[in-house]
């Protein structure tokens, strides 16, 4: 491998920052924009060249599930379109990639948590350009490996936790969906496991029998409404307002995009093949809140 940087995408995103955080010693490069720009796709390949970075992480994404659905050009630039430039650099180069995903590449309605290699059948334009940009990553030709996460949250940027925290100041009483099940993420064991990933490729060279698609999420599985009350329980530990909430159906909270019902991934793969196993969602749902607490 190169003694290049580790080179992450994703600006200022929750996760980006999260490995920003994470890095510690090792040389890490963030980018973002506006040198780096999914939606100036001549950007894209200058801050790669300028960096010459051994091991790269894709972070960038477009992740507003609704508005995607009337900004659908602007997703497929960004899931698609730049994901499948920046590995066709990498390929170029021999520069490893791991390239993030999410669990919206699935419809929810298999009842079980997925393995990687269940058919997958986006259900919005986020999802379905988040697929795309999986299979443009794959095929074409890097050391490439792909995670899919799940519900992602941090003490900063936009997200579900911080979300609820903010309306818990402004309200005694919030609606939450409690019949959709999935696996909260906290950023920074996101960004802890990637990084270990990264250092075992950077230090044993890249091995064939790594590429491929991998589920990396937070241990356990709740709903929204359940992640809104452990969120409000941990926030009154440290003295701020818990609200009550109240469970409602996907019914009665329509939205442009159809979310799946169930996303709960199973990240077996990412033990037996890494060893790696991302805490309990508890865990670093405790965590984080404490960060916002400060």
């Known amino acids: 491998m190169g003694a290049g940087p580790i080179l992450v995408t994703g600006g200022t995103g929750q996760l980006a920052r999260a490995l920003a955080e994470a890095a510690g010693e090792r040389p890490l490069l963030v980018v973002g924009r506006p040198q780096f720009d999914f939606d100036r796709p001549e950007s894209l390949l200058e801050p790669l060249r300028a960096a010459a970075p051994a091991l790269v992480v894709n972070a960038a994404a477009y992740t507003a599930v609704d508005k995607a659905e009337s900004e659908a050009a602007a997703a497929w630039r960004a899931n698609r379109d730049g994901p499948a430039a920046i590995a066709g650099w990498c390929a170029a180069a021999g520069v490893p990639l791991i390239h993030i995903s999410t669990d919206y590449v699935i419809d929810g309605l298999k009842g079980a948590p ?101 589920h990396a999420c937070g241990a356990g599985e709740t709903t929204w409404h359940g ?29 442009p995009a159809r979310r799946p019902p169930d996303s709960r991934l199973d990240c077996s793969k990412l033990v037996n093949v890494f060893g790696i196993r991302l805490p309990a969602w508890q865990d670093g749902l405790s965590r984080t809140v404490e960060q916002i607490a400060l």
């Open 114 to 214: 997925y393995v990687e290699d269940d058919p997958t059948n986006p259900t919005g334009v986020y999802g379905a350009s988040k697929l795309a940009g999986e299979q443009a990553v794959l095929a074409a030709g890097a050391p490439a490996l792909v995670l899919r996460t799940a519900w992602v949250y941090a003490a900063t940027g936009r997200n579900f936790v911080l979300t609820m925290l903010n309306a818990a100041r402004k309200t005694n009483r919030v609606r939450v969906v409690a019949d959709q099940v999935g696996c909260p993420t906290a950023a920074s064991d996101l960004a802890e496991a990637i990084l270990a990933i990264a250092d075992r490729l950077l230090a044993q060279g890249w091995n064939p029998a790594w590429g491929g698609i991998y």
């Open 227 to 255: 992640l809104a009350v452990a969120a409000f329980e941990e926030a009154a530990k440290r003295g701020l307002r818990r609200p009550t909430v109240a469970p409602i159906a996907t019914f009665d909270w329509p939205t």
